[in-house]
């Protein structure tokens, strides 16, 4: 009795997280009350607030659900990092585009994110947590271009800071450009190709230290 309570606890939260991923890219998540997502579940108010405090705590288990953990990614891509940094970094930088060509819930999720999102007050919570997480993933990527320039891979002088940041840059512009609109072009198999482009361009020509940079 007690498992197939807790079954029935996950099924339900389960159909919570999908339901309310439908309303927030339908409605927007500022204009999505709990009740609406109770609604498109078919459960009671009284369920979703057993399952989640308040939109904040809602929003950010959608989140989760939709999109794969940076701690998997990097611990999957980091185990040929001493030998070649900067094929880690490109494995990490694929994983996450092939992740979003072949999941439906990344996608829609990425869509709410980049679209139908506005980061108020009500959504604090869920802002410092994505922020602290994004300054992590930076710091190991960062690492792994530091890496790469002690074993030979990229100039003895490169800023790996401006090269971390102008990867995450270009992969939220790739990411949000082509959520826009999927059918403009096969991100799983351009993938690797669009990556190429940028570690090409920062082996040869990498952005130089800045005076500054300590």
């Not at 339900?12 to 609604?39: I, K, M, W, Y």
């Not at 979003?100 to 829609?108: E, F, I, N, S, V």
């Not at 190709?193 to 230290?209: F, V």
């Amino acid at each position: 009795m007690v498992k197939k309570t807790r079954e029935e606890a996950l099924a339900t939260r389960q159909s919570l997280l999908a339901a309310a991923l439908q309303v927030f890219r339908e409605r927007g998540v500022a204009h999505t009350r709990l009740s609406d997502v109770a609604e498109r579940a078919g459960v009671t108010r009284g369920a979703i607030y057993w399952h989640f405090k308040d939109k904040a705590e809602l929003f950010q288990a959608v989140c989760e659900r939709g999109t794969m953990p940076v701690e998997a990614l990097l611990a999957e891509a980091s185990q040929n990092a001493l030998q070649d940094p900067l094929a880690t970094v490109r494995q990490l930088a694929l994983m996450a585009l092939t992740q979003l060509a072949g999941h439906a819930d990344t996608q829609a999720m990425f869509d709410v994110i980049f679209h139908k999102c506005e980061f108020t007050e009500e959504l604090a919570p869920v802002v410092a947590k994505n922020d602290a997480d994004r300054a992590a993933c930076l710091s190991q990527v960062q690492r792994l271009f530091d890496q790469a320039v002690a074993c030979g891979q990229l100039p003895a002088d490169t800023d790996t800071f401006l090269a971390t940041q102008g990867l995450h840059a270009y992969m939220v512009g790739l990411m949000h450009e082509w959520v826009l609109n999927p059918g403009s072009y096969d991100l799983a198999a351009c993938a690797k190709p669009l990556l190429d482009c940028y570690l090409a361009g920062l082996a040869t020509r990498p952005p130089i230290c800045r005076p500054d940079a300590g």
